[in-house]
């Protein structure tokens, strides 16, 4: 095949959705790079830190930026396992499976983001507070979710536990969370209330910080969006595969 | 299909099956069967290894969803008629589908109360004299001979009269004699207007036993002929033969193009209409009335459904008092991990009270999962699974059933292990905010346990997926039940005290009625 018709080809393939795709992988890369020039140069450092604590406090953009995403993430594996349970539609577990495995990743960096600023503010990695343990509980809840699907052979019983497993998973959180807040915390509260007893917190957003807070959610958002889709069709590939194979054998 | 085509049964028929299709995964088990029984007729299902015998019977019988077509009882749409139509039917498979540690009399008496019969001693004495198991009644299955299991599978099949029997190979294992009876049976029971339909591997029994002979062959029914026109030796010809002479019907159907096959999972496909066989409704009906003389609970609704909660819960509890399986684990596991426990932290500082609280939901959570995983896995293991879900029992019943015997387990263990705990920790345990906290977090870590347990019965390796899925869900409670129990035990009067008891109580509430809602679906294509 020359080179034109191979080129001429993938374009073809890449046309309709591809299109889309291609430009939300294009503006998430885009966006991730704002982010991080943003996080790093353009937001104006905490006035009342200083030093490694102050450096550190920049982190809070990427920290905040994967919560959101993960939110989304289980958000959307909430809304796939209904929908699949109710149309029985593969598309939808599909669906569920690639935003549990995106809200786990982001899950993960809040994990790894936090134990970094809490390094020099906290003069710890980590500590048993009980927003930090809320949210380790809720990225395992999500890990034995997949742990799960890998333990069952038949691919629809296989979608239909884990769509079950994933709903009240989700409902889950909303209480381990309320039942976390009860207790005392010192992690600080930057959106939606205060934390009179909060460690390394810093006051008040200004104009800088709140644009590179909002551009930071905005990239994370779309960064999960492209994962999950592109998981997604990966997932409908490996199905496909495997319905190749059972014809075959 | 085979050119001699059998003459339709005069009597109206009680199992019609229509371009049934069913995949498991993208492999096409059943590829569009048809099929009619009568009243009184007997058919035979023959087939390799692998031909659909068995997904086609757990099709008729409700155990298995299929993708397209219908199947239809005594006139009525198997999907649309719900778990009551289940009374009509009676299943032998090749598993026993009985509780091993149940004996004779008791296996029957509780599928008795599962399909809500009358007064049933005197009908099961009959049965069980019937294939000779009267002298054995009071012996643990698991002592019976295969043949034996077989015969009393069989009197579990027709102990509430269905019109419908649906036989999976019900001659495995039989002796001779045994085979015999089988016969014997199957003859009275179509002379009493049954519709049966067995499946075997033995040609002569499948002529001699029925009137028409089907063989199934890749997923559809390639030949259909009377039983009377057929000899030993035809037989073998045609289930040999690869390819029959012209491509019949049933294969017509069969071969689906490509892009049917494909869009067979489309919300598109899923039904394809009813069957009009050309009989009225009141005719189905008095088939179906005159073929169950045996007398049932008149009364239905919410007694029933209690009635079949407590018969479970209590094989359950009977099923354990033989075993000694579950109890004795957990307990003494429990006793064990508080031993540990004490080992592990210096009693005699005054601060080790303070552990008190960690200790006994530790312990709590920890052998819970020991009997939880034995709810569904042992009747998984055994087959009886199958047959409960065969009975016309609400899913829900079977749900609240195995909560009410686990909360009962958990508790008998925690009256064992508290007494220890009590003793080696010197902390005055038995306080009314105590025990209520281990009341509703029981309750609830119970409810959504069940759950999983139920959802991992299925699995591979469930007795490690178990504790992965369940203890993280359970963080709340467990949060709520140390928080409250460290609160009560140090006597602080705490003005959280209401949050965590109500924690606890939206925990069990919320999850008890979602697990039950959604408890149906795990169930729907066991």
């Given at each position: 095949m020359s080179s034109s018709t191979a080129n001429q080809s993938l374009l073809a393939g890449i046309g309709g959705w591809g299109w889309a795709q291609l430009l939300l992988n294009a503006t998430t890369v885009l966006a991730m790079g704002v982010v991080?020039?943003?996080?790093?140069?353009?937001?104006?450092?905490?006035?009342?830190?200083?030093?490694?604590?102050?450096?550190?406090?920049?982190?809070?953009?990427?920290?905040?930026?994967?919560?959101?995403?993960?939110?989304?993430?289980?958000?959307?594996?909430?809304?796939?396992?209904?929908?699949?349970?109710?149309?029985?539609?593969?598309?939808?577990?599909?669906?569920?499976?690639?935003?549990?495995?995106?809200?786990?990743?982001?899950?993960?960096?809040?994990?790894?983001?936090?134990?970094?600023?809490?390094?020099?503010?906290?003069?710890?990695?980590?500590?048993?507070?009980?927003?930090?343990?809320?949210?380790l509980i809720t990225v395992l809840i999500y890990v034995a979710y997949l742990l799960f699907r890998n333990g069952i052979d038949n691919r629809e019983q296989r979608a239909r536990f884990g769509s079950i497993y994933a709903l009240v998973a989700f409902l889950t959180i909303p209480l381990t969370y309320e039942s976390a807040r009860i207790f005392r915390s010192i992690h600080p509260i930057i959106w939606d209330g205060s934390n009179s007893e909060a460690e390394g917190g810093f006051?008040?957003?200004?104009?800088?910080?709140?644009?590179?807070?909002?551009?930071?959610?905005?990239?994370?958002?779309?960064?999960?969006?492209?994962?999950?889709?592109?998981?997604?069709?990966?997932?409908?590939?490996?199905?496909?595969?495997?319905?190749?194979?059972?014809?075959?054998? | 299909m085979d050119g001699s085509a059998v003459e339709v049964a005069a009597a109206p028929p009680l199992i019609v099956v229509s371009d049934l299709r069913k995949r498991y995964g993208r492999r096409p088990i059943l590829r569009g069967v048809?099929?009619?029984?009568?009243?009184g007729q007997v058919v035979a299902l023959l087939g390799a290894n692998g031909a659909g015998k068995t997904t086609l019977m757990r099709s008729i019988a409700g155990l298995s969803k299929p993708d397209r077509g219908e199947v239809r009882l005594g006139g009525a749409g198997l999907q649309s008629a719900g778990h009551e139509l289940r009374r009509y039917v009676g299943v032998v498979s090749h598993a026993p589908l009985l509780y091993e540690s149940l004996n004779g009399l008791e296996n029957l008496r509780f599928f008795a109360k599962m399909y809500d019969m009358q007064g049933p001693d005197e009908r099961i004495e009959a049965l069980?004299?019937?294939?000779?198991?009267?002298?054995?009644?009071?012996?643990?299955?698991?002592?019976?001979?295969?043949?034996m299991v077989q015969?009393?599978?069989?009197?579990?099949?027709?102990?509430?009269?269905?019109?419908?029997?649906?036989?999976?190979?019900?001659?495995?294992?039989?002796d001779e004699p045994s085979a015999q009876m089988l016969h014997e049976l199957i003859q009275h029971l179509a002379a009493s207007d049954r519709a049966i339909l067995f499946t075997t591997h033995h040609f002569g029994r499948a002529l001699a036993w029925s009137d028409e002979v089907c063989l199934l062959r890749d997923g559809a029914i390639a030949v259909q002929r009377s039983a009377s026109e057929l000899t030993l030796a035809e037989l073998r010809t045609l289930y040999?033969?690869?390819?029959?002479?012209?491509?019949?019907?049933?294969?017509?159907?069969?071969?689906?193009?490509?892009?049917?096959?494909?869009?067979?999972?489309?919300?598109?496909?899923?039904?394809?209409?009813?069957?009009?066989?050309?009989?009225?409704?009141?005719?189905?009906?008095n088939v179906a009335l005159a073929a169950v003389p045996v007398r049932m609970a008149t009364e239905g609704g919410v007694a029933a459904f209690w009635r079949k909660v407590w018969a479970v819960a209590s094989k359950d509890v009977r099923t354990e008092l033989r075993t000694k399986e579950v109890l004795g684990t957990m307990a003494v596991f429990g006793v064990l991990a508080v031993l540990i426990f004490g080992l592990a932290f210096d009693?005699?500082?005054?601060?080790?009270?303070?552990v008190v609280p960690g200790v006994i939901w530790v312990v709590l959570l920890f052998t819970g999962v020991l009997g939880l995983n034995r709810s569904?896995?042992?009747?998984?293991?055994?087959?009886?699974?199958?047959?409960?879900?065969?009975?016309?029992?609400?899913?829900?019943?079977?749900?609240?059933?195995?909560?009410?015997?686990?909360?009962?387990?958990?508790?008998?263990?925690?009256?064992?292990?508290?007494?220890?705990?009590?003793?080696?920790?010197?902390?005055?345990?038995?306080?009314?905010?105590?025990?209520?906290?281990?009341?509703?977090?029981?309750?609830?870590?119970?409810?959504?346990?069940?759950?999983?347990?139920?959802?991992?019965?299925?699995?591979?390796?469930?007795?490690t997926l178990l504790p992965i899925l369940l203890l993280p869900v359970l963080v709340p409670l467990f949060v709520a039940g140390l928080s409250l129990t460290g609160n009560v035990l140090d006597g602080r009067a705490d003005s959280n005290l209401g949050s965590w008891f109500s924690i606890l109580a939206a925990y069990g509430l919320f999850f008890g009625l979602l697990s039950f809602a959604v408890f149906d679906l795990i169930w729907e294509d066991s």
């Open positions: 991080i020039w943003a996080s790093l140069l353009y937001a104006k450092p905490a006035t009342n830190l200083a030093g490694a604590e102050q450096f550190a406090q920049r982190i809070f953009y990427i920290h905040l930026g994967c919560a959101f995403a993960a939110l989304g993430a289980f958000l959307m594996s909430l809304i796939g396992s209904i929908a699949y349970l109710i149309t029985r539609n593969l598309d939808w577990d599909r669906a569920t499976q690639a935003s549990v495995e995106g809200g786990i990743i982001f899950g993960a960096g809040i994990t790894i983001s936090g134990a970094i600023w809490a390094r020099p503010t906290w003069n710890t990695y980590w500590t048993w507070d009980p927003r930090l343990t809320t949210a006051e008040g957003i200004g104009a800088t910080m709140g644009q590179t807070l909002t551009v930071a959610l905005i990239g994370f958002c779309l960064l999960f969006s492209a994962l999950m889709i592109m998981r997604w069709q990966q997932l409908r590939l490996e199905d496909q595969v495997e319905g190749l194979r059972e014809r075959l054998y | 048809d099929l009619s029984i009568g009243a069980l004299r019937e294939v000779d198991l009267w002298p054995r009644r009071h012996d643990l299955v698991r002592t019976y001979s295969r043949g015969r009393l599978a069989i009197a579990r099949a027709i102990l509430h009269d269905p019109p419908v029997l649906l036989l999976d190979e019900p001659d495995t294992g039989l040999v033969a690869k390819e029959p002479s012209e491509p019949t019907a049933a294969e017509n159907k069969s071969s689906v193009s490509a892009a049917d096959e494909t869009d067979i999972f489309s919300p598109d496909h899923v039904d394809a209409g009813t069957v009009d066989a050309g009989y009225t409704d009141d005719e189905y009906e009693l005699r500082v005054p601060q080790a009270t303070m569904f896995g042992s009747e998984v293991d055994q087959g009886s699974m199958t047959s409960l879900l065969m009975a016309p029992v609400q899913r829900g019943a079977i749900f609240c059933g195995k909560v009410l015997s686990g909360w009962l387990f958990i508790w008998v263990t925690l009256l064992l292990v508290l007494p220890v705990v009590l003793v080696i920790f010197d902390t005055s345990l038995f306080q009314p905010w105590v025990l209520l906290a281990l009341l509703l977090g029981s309750f609830g870590y119970v409810v959504v346990g069940t759950l999983f347990a139920a959802l991992t019965a299925n699995s591979r390796a469930r007795e």
